[in-house]
Nanobody, 127 residues
């Protein structure tokens, strides 16, 4: 199995940028798709972005498309979420999630497709 640890969250002003990371350990030799989800206080967890094992396929929620970029460095077993033009409504705990296998086999926006989750990192955007 794989263990995930997010980092890089913090407080940023609206319009600013932040990059959060997700470091994987454990069974990282097998290919795995990665997703980023977020949960604001009092709201359900929402999909933000996802990326295939080789990084050739990326997926974004409409709410972040054009502002967020997901990428990965498999030599470092790390996935990134670059967030630009941040808005107060982007405030949430951000979670990374992993699923072994091909991302094309699943609905990448469905959190139940992922078997492994990190503990989350808080992102707060002030207005």
């Amino acid at each position: 199995q794989v263990q995930l640890v997010e980092s890089g969250g913090g407080l940023v002003q609206a319009g600013g940028s932040l990059r959060i990371s997700c470091a994987a350990s454990g069974r990282t030799s097998s290919r795995y798709a990665m997703g980023w989800f977020r949960q604001a206080p009092g709201k359900e967890r929402d999909f933000a972005a996802a990326i295939s094992w080789r990084g050739s396929r990326t997926y974004y929620a409409d709410s972040v498309k054009g502002r967020f970029t997901v990428s990965r460095d498999n030599t470092q077993n790390t996935v990134y979420l670059q967030m630009n033009s941040l808005k107060p409504e982007d405030t949430a705990v951000y979670y990374c999630a992993a699923r072994y296998g091909f991302i094309s086999d699943i609905d990448p926006s469905n959190g139940s497709e992922y078997g492994y989750w990190g503990q989350g990192t808080q992102v707060t955007v002030s207005s």
